[in-house]
C-alpha cells in the first residue's frame, strides 16, 4: 500500500485566516445577535449596517414578515425535498409567472439559492463544442459554472467591450454555441455593465447573452426590474438571472428566459434537481417583496436617494469610489493589512463594512465595501460618514495627496476608473 502524502496537509498549514486572528483583525464570521436591518448588534455593541444587500430594506417590513410566517402555518418549515419529487408548492410556481412578467420572460424557474443558478445554468446549457465568454469581476458563481461546464471559457477584461470584440474576433468560429455572462451590477465595484455594446456584439458574432442581475434586481429600472430594462434591452438578453438573497429579502434565485429553454433548464441542472427547494417562508418573502417592488415605488426612490446622498458626500471628503453610480460604493484603501484595521476600527465605533480584498479584486487593492437601503435614516447615513471620515484620517487614506494619487493610480490601472 501507497504511504504517499497526507490529503489534510493544506489544511494544517493553512495560516493566513490564523494570522489575521492572532493580530486581532480578523474581520468575518462577526455574529450578529440582533437586528433591525439598518442596526445590527455584534459583541453586544450596536452598529449602522452599511456592508449588506437589503437594498430595499424590506427584510423586517412587517408585511413581508407576516407572509413568511403565514406560509410557515400553512405548508410548515421545510419542503424537505426537491421541487421535481416531492418539494414543489404552488408558491414556487406563483412565483416563477409573476418573476418571468417582471423582467419582461416568457418564463423563469426557482432554485434554492442564486448559486445554484448559476451553476446549474451554464452547466446545463454550456456544451463540449459551446464557449462562454465571461467578464473577469463576474461573481464567484459564475466562475463556478464555468469551471462545471463541459465547454472552454474564454475572460475578457472587465467591462471592456473593445477586449471583448478581440477575444470573439480570435475565437468565436472555433465553437458551436456561445454566452455571453456578466453581471448587470459588479457586485464588488458596482459597476454598472456596459449592455448596449455587449448585446451589439452577441448579434454580430452569433452568441447568447446572460445578465447576472444579483444586484441589480430592485435597484436598476424604474421599478426594479433589473439592467436590460435600464437600457431598453429586454428583447436583446437572453438569459436574466436573479437572487433573492439581496433586494428580495429571502433565500433562493432565478432564470428567466423563453419557456423552451427554461423547460429544458428544469430538467437538466442538477443544483435545480438534485437539492431541496426554497423554503415556504423563503418563496412567501419572496413574493411578498415582488408586490412591493411592482406597487410602491418609494423605496426605490429612497434608496436611490441614499445612494447619491453617500457617494456625494464620500466623494468630496476625498474617497476613491471607483465613481459608482450603484448602492454599492466601494471605497478604494490599496493595502489589505489597512483595509481589515479599518473595518475593525469602524466595527468599535459603531458602523459595519466588509473589507474586500484578493482574490475578490486584484492584488493591492483592497476595497471597503459599502452598500446602502432604501431603509436607512438620515441620521444612520450620517452616524457612518462622520465615522468614516474620521477613521480615513486616521489611517491616511483622507488628507493626504500623495495617497490620493497613488490611489487614483490603482483605480485607473486596476479598474479602468479616472478619478
Ligand atoms: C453577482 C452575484 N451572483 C450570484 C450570487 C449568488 O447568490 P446567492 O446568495 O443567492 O447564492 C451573488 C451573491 O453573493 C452575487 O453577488
Not at 415605488?297 to 436611490?304: A, D, I, N, V
Not at 432604501?374 to 483622507?398: C, N, R, W
Request: hydrophobic share 40%; with cysteine; glycine share 10%.
Amino acid at each position: 500500500m501507497s504511504n504517499g502524502g497526507d490529503l489534510f496537509a493544506k489544511a494544517y498549514k493553512y495560516e493566513d485566516a490564523k494570522k489575521l486572528q492572532a493580530m486581532g483583525l480578523y474581520p468575518y464570521f462577526r455574529a450578529i445577535t440582533a437586528s433591525t436591518g439598518n442596526n445590527v448588534v455584534t459583541a453586544g455593541k450596536r452598529q449602522v449596517m452599511i456592508g449588506s444587500n437589503n437594498y430595499l430594506g424590506l427584510t423586517h417590513d412587517l408585511r413581508v414578515m407576516e407572509a413568511a410566517r403565514d406560509a410557515i402555518t400553512k405548508y410548515g418549515t421545510g419542503c424537505t425535498g426537491s421541487r421535481f419529487l416531492n418539494g414543489n408548492l404552488d408558491l414556487h410556481e406563483e412565483l416563477e409567472r409573476r418573476l418571468a412578467r417582471f423582467v419582461g420572460k416568457e418564463a423563469a424557474l426557482c432554485f434554492s439559492t442564486g448559486f445554484f443558478v448559476n451553476q446549474g445554468t451554464l452547466g446545463a446549457l454550456i456544451g463540449r463544442s459551446d464557449v462562454i465568454y465571461s467578464d473577469r469581476e463576474n461573481h464567484a458563481s459564475i466562475v463556478e459554472g464555468t469551471q462545471v461546464a463541459l465547454g472552454d471559457t474564454i475572460r475578457f477584461r472587465h467591462n471592456d467591450m473593445e477586449d471583448l470584440e478581440r477575444v470573439l474576433k480570435n475565437s468565436r468560429e472555433k465553437y458551436e454555441g456561445a454566452m455571453i455572462v456578466a453581471d448587470g451590477v459588479f457586485s464588488m465595484s458596482g459597476d454598472i455593465l456596459n449592455l448596449p455594446p455587449l448585446v451589439e456584439l452577441a448579434k454580430k458574432y452569433g452568441c447568447k447573452v446572460y445578465v447576472d442581475d444579483a444586484h441589480a434586481l430592485g435597484v436598476l429600472g424604474p421599478k426594479g426590474e433589473g439592467t436590460a430594462q435600464h437600457f431598453s434591452l429586454v428583447n436583446d438578453v437572453d438569459l436574466v438571472m436573479g437572487t433573492f438573497s439581496k433586494s428580495f429579502a429571502s433565500i433562493g434565485g432565478f432564470i428567466a428566459g423563453k419557456a423552451d429553454v427554461v423547460h429544458y433548464i428544469k430538467h437538466k441542472a442538477r443544483p435545480f434537481m438534485f437539492s431541496a427547494a426554497m423554503s415556504p417562508a423563503s418563496a412567501a418573502t419572496a413574493l411578498k417583496c415582488l408586490d412591493i417592488m411592482e406597487t410602491e415605488t418609494q423605496h426605490l426612490e429612497s434608496l436611490r436617494k441614499n445612494a447619491k446622498y453617500m457617494s456625494d458626500n464620500l466623494k468630496s471628503m476625498g474617497f476613491n469610489t471607483l465613481n459608482s453610480r450603484t448602492p454599492v460604493i466601494p471605497l478604494l484603501i490599496g493595502d489589505d493589512v489597512a483595509a481589515f484595521a479599518m473595518t475593525q476600527k469602524l466595527c468599535e465605533e459603531g458602523v459595519f463594512v466588509t473589507p474586500v480584498v484578493r482574490p475578490a479584486v486584484p492584488e493591492g487593492c483592497a476595497l471597503l465595501r459599502t452598500s446602502y437601503m432604501a431603509s436607512h435614516t438620515k441620521e444612520d447615513l450620517d452616524y457612518a460618514l462622520k465615522h468614516l471620515e474620521k477613521i480615513g484620517k486616521e489611517f491616511g487614506v483622507l488628507g493626504n495627496a500623495e495617497t490620493t494619487e497613488k490611489l487614483n493610480k490603482l483605480a485607473l490601472q486596476n479598474f479602468g476608473v479616472h478619478a
